[in-house]
Structure formats: structure tokens, C-alpha cells
């Protein structure tokens, strides 16, 4: 003979379960506490991993030729000295070759960028087969290795005449730096509001004054970003340099340093350290006189008015 189950009251079965005991707030401290000390100490490695080699470049150029050639090598130089630098300044033209990189560089620099506002500008508000076919340009352009386009662009050069220019070598970096900063500027170009340049279209301006004076203002520290990036890019480039230019006087300041060999072709050290470390002063240089442009956010100047 069965038997029916009691009912279960109604305020009992309602009842919640109960909650499980929180984390004091102390071990949320302790815990929160340990994820930043972690983080600080990966981002403390990768700052060191990043120094080594401009802090071991550093000790070099300062180390005499006895501690370079010692079995025991040391951190820092025992006695600092700057013979390297006479060394280097005495053999090779540095500074004339400093002046070579300095005026392609900025040139191409700043062609580049002048070329790649108006261009990410349509290719962003005017959407269609010829953006998507520019953005598709931007994508295949950079899986094209180096010596794949050297040979018919030497041709190319050859034909109008610019092989061993310092114009030549301008106009090959420009086509080479040109795809990855229209690709920077389409980040910055987006992030201007549409309704900006809807309220001067309806003060009356055209696309061009609307670009020059409400988007360019806009654009300021997505340009400055992008004039670095050309300009260390066309800086540091050695291939393209090393193949088109000929002449020693008009050799940048990456190919001037592979001149300096000692005895059997190995490389001087010394001084090669040393004219390392004065072809990297520039682009230090340039980035401290333009880094401010970085720090305001990227809608400040509509701000300030």
C-alpha cells in the first residue's frame, strides 16, 4: 500500500539556497595586488628584452679595443674611451652620409604622408570597387618580398633615369612605405565623426577645404605617427639603398656601415658600434621633437575650437 508524499509548504520550497560565502575583501586586495605586480614584471622583462641591444651597443662604442678583443667580455667598459668614435668619424664620411639618409628620408617621408591623406580619405567616405580595390593593392603590395621586385624595378630606374639619385631612391621609398600608411591613416580617418564634416557641408564648404580645415586638425596626431613611421622606415632601409646607389658620395648612413671591416673582412667593432650608435641619434631625435603630437587624444583639437 502506497503513501502519498506530504506537500511541501509553499514558504519552504520558495526558500533560496544559500548564497556561497564571498572572498573577504582582503583577499580581493591581496589578488588584485598580485595581477599588477605580474603585469608590471612582463612589461619590466619586455622593456629589458627591448634595451639589451641599444644598452650592449652603447657599452661597445665606449670600450677600447683590448676589452673587445678579451676572451672575459664584460657589461660595462673598464675604461671608457672615445676612440672608437674618433676611429669611425676619421675613416668613413658619417656626417655627409648622415645628410644623404636625412633629406631621403624626410623627403620620402613627407611625400608619402601628402600622398596618403587625400587617398585614405576617399577610400574611406567613398566606399566602393575602387576602395575595396585599393585596400585589396594595400594587402597584396606587402607579401612581395624584396629581391622578388628589385631586378624590374632596377630596370624601371635605369629607364628614367635615376639609378644612383638620391631623387631615385626618394621615389622608390615612397612607393614602398606608401601601402602601410595609407593603411595607418584609414584608422584615423574613421575615427573623425561623419557629423563634423556634414556641419561645414552645410556652412558651405567643399570636400577639399572641408579635408584641409576640419579633417586635417582632427588628423593631427594620427599624422605625426604615420611621418615617424615613414621616416624611421626610409631611415633604417638598407637594401634598396645598397643596390641603387653607387656612388659613395651619395651612400646612406645603413650602407656606410658596412664598411667598416678589419683584417679577412670581419668587422671592426669598435668603431662600427660606434657609428651605430650615431645613426640611431637622428630618428631619437625626431621622435622627442614630435612626440607631444601623440599625447592629446584624437578629438582634442575639436575641443579646443
Not at 7 to 36: C, D, F, K, T
Not at 84 to 92: G, M, S
Not at 286 to 302: E, P, Y
Request: charged fraction near 10%.
Amino acid at each position: 500500500m502506497s503513501t502519498a508524499a506530504a506537500p511541501v509548504p509553499e514558504q519552504q520550497a520558495a526558500r533560496p539556497a544559500p548564497a556561497a560565502p564571498s572572498s573577504s575583501p582582503g583577499r580581493r586586495v591581496l589578488r588584485r595586488r598580485a595581477g599588477r605586480t605580474g603585469q608590471y614584471a612582463a612589461l619590466l622583462c619586455y622593456l629589458v628584452f627591448l634595451a639589451f641591444p641599444l644598452l650592449w651597443l652603447v657599452s661597445t662604442a665606449f670600450k677600447s679595443p683590448r676589452e673587445l678583443g678579451s676572451v672575459d667580455p664584460t657589461w660595462l667598459p673598464r675604461h671608457p674611451t672615445l676612440g672608437n668614435f674618433r676611429t669611425a668619424l676619421d675613416e668613413q664620411p658619417l656626417l655627409h652620409a648622415a645628410l644623404n639618409s636625412l633629406l631621403v628620408a624626410g623627403a620620402a617621408a613627407l611625400v608619402s604622408v601628402a600622398v596618403a591623406v587625400p587617398a585614405s580619405y576617399a577610400m574611406v567616405r567613398f566606399r566602393g570597387a575602387v576602395s575595396r580595390a585599393g585596400t585589396g593593392w594595400i594587402l597584396v603590395s606587402q607579401m612581395f618580398p624584396l629581391v622578388l621586385i628589385i631586378i624590374p624595378l632596377f630596370m624601371v630606374l635605369k629607364n628614367l633615369h635615376l639609378i644612383d639619385s638620391r631623387p631615385g631612391l626618394v621615389v622608390v621609398y615612397v612607393v614602398w612605405t606608401l601601402p602601410f600608411v595609407l593603411w595607418m591613416l584609414q584608422s584615423y580617418v574613421r575615427a573623425v565623426p561623419v557629423s563634423l564634416e556634414e556641419a561645414a557641408a552645410i556652412d558651405g564648404c567643399g570636400r577639399w577645404r572641408t579635408l584641409r580645415s576640419v579633417v586635417l586638425p582632427l588628423l593631427a596626431p594620427g599624422l605625426v605617427a604615420t611621418l615617424m613611421f615613414a621616416f624611421v622606415t626610409a631611415w633604417n632601409e638598407f637594401f634598396f639603398a645598397l643596390v641603387l646607389l653607387k656612388t659613395p658620395e651619395k651612400q646612406t648612413m645603413s650602407v656606410i656601415l658596412t664598411h667598416f671591416t678589419g683584417a679577412e673582412g670581419a668587422a671592426d667593432l669598435g668603431p662600427l658600434a660606434a657609428a651605430a650608435l650615431l645613426a640611431t641619434i637622428p630618428s631619437l631625435v625626431f621622435f622627442a621633437l614630435l612626440q607631444k603630437r601623440l599625447v592629446g587624444g584624437m578629438l582634442s583639437g575639436a575641443v579646443k575650437g
